[in-house]
């Protein structure tokens, strides 16, 4: 039996079907602020949901997730605390 929930969805009470996954790549994305500082980040998936009978305008079904954010900050050597 899969694994159900009921979810918000735009203020509508909805059920969703937890579906498992794997990662296929984990990539990272690189900033370089104006003050020097170069960030990366990258969202992890902690878990995906389908919503049950809800289809985006082209028919796709909709998916939440919950992802935790990992941050790696290099910082210039005038920001940083001595």
């Known amino acids: 039996m899969p694994n159900r ?7 509508q009470m909805v059920d969703a079907e ?4 794997e990662a296929d790549k984990e990539q990272w994305s690189n900033y370089v602020l104006h003050d020097g500082t170069a960030l ?4 992890v998936l902690t878990e995906v ?8 305008p082209n028919g ?3 998916y ?5 954010q990992v941050v790696h900050i290099s910082a210039p050597e005038t920001l940083r605390r001595h």
């Open 18 to 21: 937890i579906v498992d996954f």
């Open 64 to 68: 939440m997730i919950q992802a935790s």
């Open 5 to 11: 929930r009921k979810i918000n969805f735009n203020g």
């Open 60 to 62: 796709d079904p909709v």
């Open 40 to 43: 990366k980040v990258k969202a």
């Open 49 to 56: 949901m389908r919503l049950n009978g809800i289809f985006s």
